[in-house]
Every structure is written in C-alpha cells, then in structure tokens.
C-alpha cells in the first residue's frame, strides 16, 4: 500500500529535522573536542544551562574565543526570528540542556541572544557590550602567556 503524498511528505520532513538536530550535536561535539579540550569554564553558572551536558562542552572556552555569551530566558528556543528563514537546529538541544523555567544558551554574540532567540544577557566572558566574535585579544593573549585573565571572567 502507497501512502498520500502528503503523509510521506511529513515523514520526510520529520525525518530531515531529526537529522539537522543529530549533525548539530555531532558537529558541537567535534567542535568541543577541537576548541575546547578542558571543557567549558563552569566557573560562573549560566541560568540554568546544564555545562556537564555533552552538547555544552564547546561553551564557555576559557580562552573566551567562542560561545562566550550567557544567554538566559529564552523566548524564541526554536529560533523562529533567525535572519536566515531557518529553525534553530539546537532548539532540542536547548530544551535538553536546561530547564524551561528560563531556557539558556551559550551564543558567539550578544545579538543572536537578544534578537534571534529574544532571551537576556546574564554575562559575556569578554565583558558585557563585547559585540564581536571573537574575543578580546587580551584576554586570549594572557590565555596563551599565562599572564592572568585567562581563567574566569575577569570582564576585561
């Protein structure tokens, strides 16, 4: 028996979304192994953001040159007002990874936090403001010299 067009249309489509979400982990998870070798700085909580979860690892570098923003109460988890007419992949991941009594993330800008997923920023390793996607070269260079700012968020 042939289903409808439409039904294997749904299933297609669940299927696509069930794939974008898995290549998102994977893809954070390479990311975290990659960038991130001594796991995300839980030096400061981020709402309630669970960074022991797998897909939290690529969070919080404690070089601050990525995902250094602390996004709390999320509105928009699915990323429905995302400038590029897609859903955010991560929408299950967020869901999975904090609680929806305030939905948080971590995001490379202060920007994706408050206009795409229409949350609040609770902190930004490389200070408040920081609008860049990288991080404050400062701080990355007292990283790698080991001259301080390198371990939590001294805001510089």
Same mark, same amino acid.
């Given at each position: %028996?042939?289903?409808?067009?439409?039904?294997?249309?749904?299933? =297609? @489509?669940? @299927? #696509?979304?069930? %794939?974008?979400? /898995? $290549?998102?982990?994977?893809?954070?998870?390479?990311?975290?192994?990659?960038?991130?070798?001594?796991? +995300?700085?839980?030096?400061? +909580?981020?709402?309630?953001?669970?960074?022991?979860?797998? /897909?939290? &690892?690529?969070?919080?570098?404690?070089?601050?040159?990525?995902?250094?923003?602390?996004?709390?109460?999320?509105?928009? $988890?699915?990323?429905? /007002? #995302?400038?590029?007419?897609?859903?955010? +992949?991560?929408?299950? $991941?967020?869901?999975?990874?904090?609680?929806?009594? =305030?939905?948080?993330?971590?995001?490379?800008?202060?920007?994706?936090?408050?206009? &795409?997923?229409?949350?609040?920023? /609770?902190?930004? &390793?490389?200070?408040?403001?920081?609008?860049?996607?990288?991080?404050?070269?400062?701080?990355?260079?007292?990283?790698?010299?080991?001259?301080?700012?390198?371990?939590?968020?001294?805001?510089?």
């Amino acid at each position: %028996m042939v289903r409808p067009a439409s039904r294997r249309r749904a299933t =297609s @489509m669940a @299927m #696509s979304v069930a %794939m974008a979400v /898995a $290549v998102a982990a994977v893809a954070a998870a390479r990311l975290a192994v990659a960038a991130n070798d001594r796991g +995300p700085d839980t030096s400061r +909580p981020c709402g309630t953001l669970d960074l022991s979860h797998p /897909a939290t &690892q690529h969070c919080f570098p404690f070089d601050g040159s990525h995902h250094f923003v602390c996004c709390v109460d999320i509105q928009a $988890v699915d990323n429905e /007002a #995302s400038p590029h007419g897609n859903m955010n +992949p991560l929408g299950d $991941v967020i869901k999975a990874a904090s609680s929806n009594s =305030s939905y948080s993330w971590c995001t490379c800008s202060e920007e994706i936090c408050e206009e &795409q997923l229409r949350g609040r920023v /609770a902190w930004n &390793q490389n200070g408040v403001g920081w609008r860049g996607f990288r991080a404050d070269p400062r701080r990355v260079r007292a990283y790698y010299t080991g001259t301080g700012g390198g371990e939590g968020h001294s805001g510089l």
